[in-house]
């Protein structure tokens, strides 16, 4: 159904691509949508593609066909154009509470904004808020594939936000090499949205240094540092001192790293930015963890301000197997019954992983060697370089214990062409075997 008035409607283009997302959601092909409203489906694209302009009964067809409404107005424009200001300035500075306070308010009038001439900048401007605070809310991926539909005819801004989006999609889901693909298209569109550029750097960075593309990430890092502390956007200069402390941890040099994160942490105390202290306060626990600090690094863990947080309750477990293996034990029951606590498939892979192997006897557990198997060939699908070393390094010490010496030696021969840097904290579930059997 219409609503309001067709000849209030200045943007016709957003129109065509609301009727071509629903007509493709709802698997209608152009033939058959066609015959349905007695229209050529030459021109049917033609209005899809916004090279025609349909009449008011025409546009009448198509969304009874479709069953669906479309609000037709021109009173929100200026709303609209504070809204994607507004959440864009609040998410660029990590006003997340601010963005969701304009946000609700834009989601009491779906109809308003996701079904009229305001849709397609409605639409990105949400899905970047739940995107970029990595968000596993089950509408995202849909909604982005909606979106995916008219790729092609968004223009260049927008088409590099979709992408953009797509990238945080897969890099919370832990699918390094996937979303460095969509950071480096974003990156790749001239003429886009400027604003954009160090934010994408700042996400792509963590894509590098999951593949361990070390010498790319720190200069791309400094680079970044730069532009935010040029534009005044200190908050995100300093969250992005932090991955320089990530590839100082992985190359173990655990001093230099814990030289940034005492120096991130001293500026989110004095600020009082809860978020920032999370994320330097995790890292502070991996370099205490990896030093072999159990106790302090649990003591800095549980200090976090989010227990529920995934990557607390990654890291946790991972100090717990070396602390406390029976208290890791009803941990591990915990955080995989807690519906709170959301994992990646990486994360529950790889927490199976170390379960099976410190807890249960390899001999007498099938489900391990599945795990370890899926959470390998993922690794080495996105190129994850952390998780490619503990697999392959865990499945080669499988089979030498079995004595299937001749599968060890394949699997070793495979690991040295995926993994690009040994690094031996990286095993510490080798050097000290701390099993329970």
Known sequence: MLKGNYHELNNFEVIGNLLMIERKKQHISLREFSDQIDLSHTMISNIEKNKSVPSEDTLKKMVKVLNIDIFMSSKYEKDIEKFSEKIFDCLNHYRYEDALKILLKFESKPIDFAYSQYAIEYRLMRLFYYTIKGSFEPFLKKEIDDLSYVFDNLNKSEKQLLLVIQGLWFLYRDYYKTSAKYFEKAKEIHNGNKQLIPIINEYYIRTLIKQYKFTDATILANKTIGIYEESGNYLR?????????????????????????????????????????????????????????????????????????????????????????????????????????????????????????????????????????????????????????????????????????????????????????????????????????
């Open 237 to 437: 200069a300093i969250r992005t001192k932090l991955s320089l402390a990530n590839i100082h941890l992985i190359i173990k040099k655990l001093n230099t790293a814990m030289e940034i994160v005492n120096t991130v942490l001293k500026f989110a105390k004095k600020h009082s930015i809860v978020h920032l202290i999370g994320m330097a306060g995790t890292i502070k626990a991996n370099i205490l963890f990896v030093k072999g600090e159990y106790k302090d690094a649990l003591s800095t863990i549980n200090g976090h301000f989010d227990p529920k947080s995934r990557w607390v309750a990654f890291t946790k477990f991972r100090i717990l197997l070396f602390k406390d293996v029976e208290e890791a034990k009803d941990y591990y029951i915990e955080i995989k019954n807690d519906k709170d606590i959301l994992l990646s498939d990486r994360e529950k892979l790889y927490i199976d992983c170390l379960y099976f192997w410190v807890v249960e006897k390899l001999s007498e557990n099938k489900q391990y060697l599945k795990s370890l198997k899926t959470a390998c060939n993922f690794a080495v699908e996105e190129n994850d370089q952390e998780l490619i070393g503990i697999t392959y390094n865990l499945r080669i010490y499988y089979y030498k214990r079995k004595r299937h010496y001749k599968k060890a030696v394949e699997l070793a021969k495979k690991f040295g062409i995926h993994k690009k840097l040994h690094i031996s904290f990286m095993y510490p579930y080798l050097q000290n075997d701390v099993r329970n059997e």
